[in-house]
């Protein structure tokens, strides 16, 4: 099928919520995508920070199709083997409790709200349902998880949303302190993604923490974008010495396979009893089979993904060129500050077979696999500085 007539077939009957590049990708290999003409793509965006392990990677590939040739789905009614592995990989690298598989970052982020407030009904009441969350963050897409989102421009035609959010300004300790009664819990992105990549400062997060433990108020963290490495470490919040009472993550969790959830802590995790809370494809075999294979090839590289950022971000800032204010962001989530129009910056990058993101409102951002190699981190400056320098 020519590029024309896949085209056609996405203008004629998918709902026109994206605004699509020209390209039709057919194939990826490692840090590479390749579209339907042959041309070759280094990807820096990792289909927004979900393919962690890159493209097609071998191990992935074995363990999915193997658990796929033996079972794929079962309904939560049941036990499977996969599942508690998961879960309990992933307890280890949170040090937190409990976790509740799903399927999608916003999915999952629901879930912990559902846990804050029957937390807190169970202790107070259920007047004390608020969840306060920062301007300039992003949740999700479902009509609770967007009422979270601390962006004016996500809410306009959806009203009304869920009720029960409070926004406050990011690195303003005095504007959470200054809440009264009602709150139930404070939702944080340790890096806000979509809303430019803006790292929250470690002394607000650590105060905030205090005000939570103070106050009774959970604790919570988007660990949607920032989670699995991404950042550096398993989890963003590790590199603020804070203990959270519950986190969500996705995105980068299963290598590509849709897999989201939330982990508990000690806390909180008594919130749910059976029936309370449930998700017909969460958690299912393959989809843990997957995320075992994720995190198992991980391990040889998040220790390595603080100095990857960091080459990339020195590689950026030698560039010394006036179209660059600056690069801000945490490990591999890096966004470097523009002048201009960050997206057309990124269809040129695009054009010259470098994929990237943009964020905010001045940011070209870069979320590249975890297992960009060195070589491929200097293939991807050359090009960046063709359109950047
Ligand atoms: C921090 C954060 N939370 C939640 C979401 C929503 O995830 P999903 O699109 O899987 O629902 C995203 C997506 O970009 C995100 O970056």
Redesign the pocket.
């Known amino acids: 099928m020519s590029f024309t007539e896949t085209k056609a077939l996405y203008n004629d009957h998918v709902l026109q919520t994206y605004a699509r590049y020209d390209v039709c990708f057919v194939k990826g290999e490692g840090s590479y995508l390749f579209d339907d003409t042959g041309k070759r793509y280094l990807d820096f965006s990792s289909g927004?920070g979900v393919n962690s392990v890159g493209h097609a990677h071998p191990d992935w590939v074995a363990a999915v199709t193997a658990q796929a040739a033996a079972l794929v789905h079962t309904s939560n009614l049941y036990y499977t083997e996969p599942g508690g592995k998961l879960a309990k990989k992933l307890c280890e690298l949170s040090g937190l409790n409990s976790v509740f598989f799903a399927n999608?970052?916003?999915?999952a982020?629901e879930g912990l709200i559902k846990a804050a407030r029957k937390y807190s009904e169970d202790k107070y009441d259920k007047n004390r349902h608020i969840v306060v969350t920062l301007k300039r963050s992003?949740?999700?897409?479902t009509l609770t998880?967007l009422a979270a989102t601390g962006q004016d421009s996500f809410h306009t035609h959806f009203q009304p949303l869920t009720p029960g959010f409070t926004h406050v300004e990011p690195d303003d300790i005095g504007a959470l302190e200054a809440l009264d009664g009602g709150v139930c819990a404070v939702l944080l992105?340790a890096v806000q993604?979509?809303g430019g990549v803006y790292p929250l400062d470690q002394g607000y997060v650590r105060a905030v923490a205090k005000l939570c433990a103070e106050r009774d108020w959970l604790l919570l963290f988007?660990e949607?974008?920032t989670g699995i490495g991404r950042c550096g470490s398993w989890f963003a919040f590790r590199q603020y010495d804070v203990i959270p009472d519950g986190i969500s993550f996705?995105?980068g969790v299963a290598g590509g396979f849709p897999l989201?959830g939330f982990i508990l802590g000690e806390k909180a995790k008594g919130a749910f009893a059976p029936g309370l809370h449930g998700a017909t494809f969460g958690g299912t075999p393959l989809g843990c089979a997957a995320g075992l294979a994720t995190l198992g090839i991980l391990e040889g590289f998040v220790g390595d993904v603080a100095r990857k950022g960091r080459l990339l971000r020195d590689g950026i800032e030698a560039f010394g060129s006036a179209k660059i204010r600056g690069t801000r962001g945490l490990g591999m989530m890096i966004g470097i500050s523009v002048e201009g129009d960050p997206k057309a910056y990124v269809k040129e990058l695009l054009a010259r077979g470098l994929i990237c993101l943009s964020a905010g409102s001045d940011a070209v951002r870069l979320l590249p696999p975890l297992t960009l190699s060195d070589a491929e981190i200097n293939e991807g400056l050359v090009i960046l500085k063709e359109v950047l320098g």
């Open positions: 927004i999608s970052g916003a999915e982020n992003f949740h999700g897409r998880a992105e993604g979509e988007d949607v974008q996705a995105k989201g």
